[in-house]
C-alpha cells in the first residue's frame, strides 16, 4: 500500500491572526525606521540648503579701486554678457567680444606643460599668417577650465568657437576662446552654445563692464584699466579687463586679459610690443606661486583710430602707444594682486644691485613667494630675517656683508648685520600699512628687478580648501 502524503496542519484562526500581528509589527517597524532614515536626510538636505544659503560670499578686497573704471569706448569692439549657467544657474558667466574687421590680434599664454584646450586652440591659431581683413571675437566662459579633459576638451572648444563663428558670419579661425575655473571636468558647451543668439543680440560698444564681471571666478571685483593719448592725426584709446585672484604666478597668473585698442598697427608689431612687456607686468606678479593651465592675454587693435599706423616703433607716436600700453597692463597685473585671494597687503619688492637682471628676478621672486615672508606680512611682523632666509635660497649670487635690506625707507639691515639704526617699534609700525616696500640691494652689480605680491592669509585657506563646491 502506498504511503500516505505528509500534509501540514491546518492553521487556527487564532495562529492565522498571530501571526498577521507578527508580520504587521515587522511593517510597522520597517517603516518607522524608513521614515527616520527619510526625515533624517531631509533635515541633512534642509541644513545644507540653509548652510549654502548662508555662506558668507567672498568680501570685496581691502585694496580693491574705489570703483571699475569709466572706460572709453573703442571703435571697432563691442562686448556682451549672459548667463549659461555654466557651474552655477543664474549667474552672468559669458562673454562675447566681437571685433571688426581689419582687427590685428597678439596674445600671450601659460607655459604650463598642461596648458587648457583653449590655449592650445589659441596659439595655434597666432602661430599662422593672420587674415586681419575678416572680422574676429572672443568667447570667455567661467567657472569651468576646460583643462585636463582630453579630447572632449577640444571638441568643445570647436563647438563654442564654430557656434559664434556661425552666428556673427567669420571664420572659426578668428574666434578665440578661453576659459576658467574648475580643472578636469566636462565643459558643457551645449550651454554655451544655447546662449550665443542672445549674446550677439546685445552687443555693445559700452559693455565693458559686465563683460568684465563675467569672467570672475573667487575675484571680489572687476578689473578694468584704460589710457587714452593723442596720436598722429587723431586720439587713440587702449582699454583692457581681467580676471584673477589666485592660482598667480608667472608665466603668466591665472588670469585672462583682454586689451583693446584703436590703434592701426600690424599684427607682428602689436606682437613685438606685447611680448616685450610681459616680464615687467603679468611676468612680475605672484600671489600663490602657483601657475594655471589658462593664463591668456588677446591684445587686438581695430585700426580705427583716425590717427596714422604706427610702423615705425622709434617714432613718438608708437613710444607714447608703448607707454600707455605698459601702464595699461602694469594697472591690471597690481590689481590682480590687490584681489590676492585673502589678500590685506599690497606689497612690492624691490631687488637692486644684482650680479644681472636674472639674478636680481630670482631673489625678487624667492621673497614674494615665501610662505614665511607673507605670512609674515600678514601678521605685521617686521622679521626682517625671513627676507634674508629667501634671498639665500633663491640661487642668486649673493654675499652676506654686501647686503642690505629696507623696509619703506628703513634701512634694517647692512653690511653682514642688523642696522645700527635699526627701531623695532618703526618697523612694527611700518608693517601695519596696507601697502609696503620691501627693498634689498645685493651690493654686487646692476641688475635689478621689482616685483608685486600680497601677505597670506587664512582666508586664503577658506577659499581654497572648498573652492570645487
Given at each position: ?23 504587521l ?12 532614515s ?12 540653509v ?10 578686497s ?5 570703483g ?74 567661467s567657472?569651468n ?79 578694468g ?21 589666485g ?105 637692486t ?13 624667492a ?58 617699534a ?34 586664503y ?9
Amino acid at each position: 500500500m502506498a504511503k500516505a502524503l505528509d500534509k501540514k496542519p491546518k492553521l487556527s484562526d487564532a495562529d492565522k491572526l498571530k501571526s498577521l500581528e507578527k508580520k504587521l509589527k515587522k511593517l510597522k517597524s520597517a517603516f518607522k525606521e524608513a521614515a527616520a532614515s527619510v526625515e533624517s536626510r531631509v533635515e541633512k538636505g534642509a541644513e545644507a540648503a540653509v548652510a549654502a544659503a548662508t555662506k558668507p560670499k567672498n568680501p570685496v578686497s581691502p585694496l580693491a579701486p574705489a570703483g571699475f573704471p569709466d572706460l572709453p569706448v573703442v571703435a571697432g569692439v563691442e562686448f556682451a554678457s549672459a548667463a549659461a549657467g555654466v557651474k552655477y544657474k543664474g549667474r552672468t558667466d559669458v562673454m562675447l567680444v566681437r571685433l571688426a574687421p581689419g582687427t590685428a590680434i597678439a596674445g600671450a599664454f601659460t607655459r604650463s606643460s598642461t596648458r587648457a584646450a583653449c590655449v592650445l586652440d589659441c596659439q595655434a591659431k597666432l602661430a599662422g599668417k593672420q587674415d586681419d581683413q575678416q572680422g574676429a571675437a572672443i568667447i570667455v566662459n567661467s567657472g569651468n577650465a576646460n583643462a585636463f579633459t582630453g579630447r572632449n576638451g577640444q571638441e568643445a572648444v570647436d563647438k563654442v568657437t564654430g557656434g559664434v563663428a556661425a552666428a556673427l558670419g567669420i571664420p572659426r579661425e578668428r574666434v578665440f576662446s578661453s576659459s576658467t575655473g574648475v580643472i578636469g571636468e566636462p565643459l558643457p558647451a551645449e550651454r554655451i552654445t544655447a546662449v550665443i543668439g542672445e549674446l550677439t543680440a546685445a552687443l555693445d560698444a559700452g559693455g565693458a563692464a559686465a563683460a568684465a564681471r563675467a569672467i570672475m571666478t573667487t575675484d571680489t571685483f572687476p578689473k578694468g584699466a584704460a589710457v587714452s593719448f593723442q596720436g598722429d592725426g587723431g586720439t587713440i584709446n587702449v582699454v583692457g579687463i581681467a580676471k584673477g585672484s589666485g592660482m598667480i604666478a608667472p608665466d603668466m597668473a591665472t588670469m585672462l586679459v583682454y586689451i583693446f585698442t584703436d590703434a592701426q598697427i600690424a599684427p607682428a608689431v602689436l606682437q613685438k610690443m606685447l611680448s616685450a612687456r610681459m616680464d615687467r607686468t603679468f611676468n612680475a606678479i605672484t600671489v600663490d606661486s602657483d601657475t594655471s593651465t589658462s593664463d591668456a592675454l588677446i591684445l587686438a587693435a581695430t585700426g580705427k583710430s583716425p590717427a596714422a599706423p604706427l610702423a615705425d616703433l622709434r617714432s613718438a607716436p608708437a613710444r607714447a602707444f608703448g607707454r600707455a600700453l605698459d601702464q595699461v597692463m602694469l594697472d591690471l597685473a597690481q590689481q590682480v594682486v590687490k584681489d590676492g585671494e585673502g589678500a590685506t597687503k599690497f606689497v612690492e619688492v624691490r631687488v637692486t644691485g644684482a650680479a644681472d637682471d636674472a639674478d636680481a628676478h630670482r631673489v625678487a621672486m624667492a621673497i614674494a613667494n615665501s610662505p614665511l615672508v607673507k605670512t609674515a606680512i600678514a601678521g605685521e611682523d617686521a622679521n626682517w630675517g625671513r627676507v634674508v632666509m629667501a634671498v639665500g635660497k633663491s640661487g642668486a649670487q649673493a654675499d652676506r656683508d654686501r647686503l642690505t635690506i629696507r623696509f619703506g625707507d628703513m634701512v634694517l639691515a647692512e653690511n653682514g648685520w642688523r642696522a645700527p639704526s635699526y627701531d623695532e617699534a618703526a618697523a612694527s609700525a611700518y608693517m601695519k600699512r596696507d601697502s609696503l616696500v620691501l627693498g634689498v640691494d645685493l651690493g654686487l652689480g646692476r641688475g635689478k628687478r621689482t616685483v608685486w605680491t600680497c601677505d597670506l592669509t587664512h582666508r586664503y585657506i577658506d577659499i581654497n580648501a572648498d573652492y570645487r563646491s
